[in-house]
DNA sequence: TGCACTGGATAGCTACGCTATCTAACATTG
DNA sequence: CAATGTTAGATAGCGTAGCTATCCAGTGCA
């Protein structure tokens, strides 16, 4: 196909997918002549990935060209390709081998993990930890106890829908997969503190901003006080 | 305290802590004079909780103040306030009461949620699906069946521990809490991943970018199961 | 032959998050 | 009391990011 149907299908501009083709995130075109180029299944949906990992998880452009890099040139082991992937994920860090991280290391510790000072993650974990605890809201040993098992729990559970026979998909699943699900996850974490607290507590769904306050009205459903506690 | 021990204190620039108080972020000190004003330990955690927000949470500095103005002025209902916060909150959506999200909708109807599109939360989920189903990887009912569960019992747990007695501290917690442990969870599964696919896989800690390949080797661990391919 | 479309190159634009400078009003110190 | 240094407040500037717009000449198609 052209390049304007690749405009039509993706609904992306035509000057910024010239962007992304400058800036490397898309691959070119199969050259026909001096000014025309082929383009592919492929490319409508590697522009919905670029999209995903820029406008849903946040990447910058050049992170994004990043994590993508990793996908279509993986490391020597998936293992290395994806501690990679991580590193340009957000919150970005600096990672530093030799540093020290003794919020991150002491809930490793506790949750019987490795603590190995230059995976990404750590360094992130440690700034997340930093960050709530400067808020007032620590991660104290009783949240971890929740959080820790759960998380691993849905870790798992990804693990064990890796592809093992394709290691290209291998890769692409396991970056793309911890990227793209976190904003999922995300989501149904917030969904679901509205839900236990209108549960919980008989909250009426809000109004919209300009709207009326009988809107609530409209929900048939959990107004005053339905449930438990 | 006066403006430079704020400086020292947060290791925030002297211009940097101008600019919040321009932009409205950081409240005024006390004025004693027409050049000199009193700031307290208020001011010290507030800067902290607005470089939580931008760096970590990855808030630009004009969503970080629509969320401190909903702590510092809740609306009537902490359940309204909530979702006004949820919507500062990346991923960036525009709120439509009449759209309709039907990825995110399935989603609810299965984990047996109420599904209200005037929820930010809900365009914010139905965005993170499409997201993830265009780079070919769909919250399948598998993965929703794992990720749902678990992540009602972290949500579950998070509301448990708000506070009752003081509506000012119930509104931070939950708005901060919401915001701040994202991030620790987030990072939480990215190492869980990893130390997983470790164990499942014997994989060997990563070389730092620059440095050998036979650094592998430094882990005693085993080496079995050829991945696949 | 005419004309819309294309790849490729380059320049410009807007928003953001600071950063730097200036001024006049103070406080503090000796 | 004078010298010194800090401060609030205002304004201007700056570097990056992510596009966006324009131009040009080669090309397919009618």
């Known amino acids: ?38 383009y592919g299944e492929a490319h409508v949906r590697r522009i919905a990935v670029i999209r ?31 501690g990679q992937a991580i590193e340009a994920l ?27 000072p230059r995976f990404a993650a750590v360094a992130q974990l440690e700034r997340a930890l930093a960050a709530a605890e400067a808020a007032g809201i620590p ?13 691993r729990a849905i870790a798992e559970f990804d693990i064990s829908r890796m592809p093992l026979d394709d290691a290209t998909a291998a890769v692409e699943y396991a970056v793309l997969g911890t990227a793209l699900h976190e904003p999922v ?14 549960r919980r507590y008989g909250v009426a769904p809000p109004a919209t901003p300009p709207a009326s306050r009988k809107s609530a009205r409209k929900s048939p459903r959990a107004r005053s006080r339905p449930k438990g506690s």
Chains 1, 2 share one sequence.
Do not use: C, N, W
Request: charged share 25%.
């Open 1 to 38: 196909m052209r390049i304007s149907e690749l405009v039509e299908r993706t609904g992306v501009p035509l000057a910024t997918i010239k962007y992304y083709l400058r800036e490397g995130l898309l691959p070119a075109g199969e050259a026909t002549a001096a000014t025309r180029a082929e």
């Open 52 to 82: 995903a990992l820029t406008e849903t998880v946040g990447l910058s452009v050049q992170k994004a060209r990043e994590v993508l890099r990793l996908i279509d040139q993986p490391r020597d082991s998936l293992f290395d390709t994806f």
């Open 139 to 151: 991660l104290d040993d009783a949240r971890l106890a929740v959080y820790g098992p759960h998380i």
């Open 185 to 198: 996850l995300v989501a149904l974490r917030r969904l679901a503190h509205q839900d236990v607290a209108a």
């Open 90 to 116: 957000p919150p970005e860090v600096t990672p530093e081998a030799t540093a020290d991280y003794p919020r991150a290391r002491a809930v490793l510790e506790k949750l019987g993990q490795l603590y190995d």
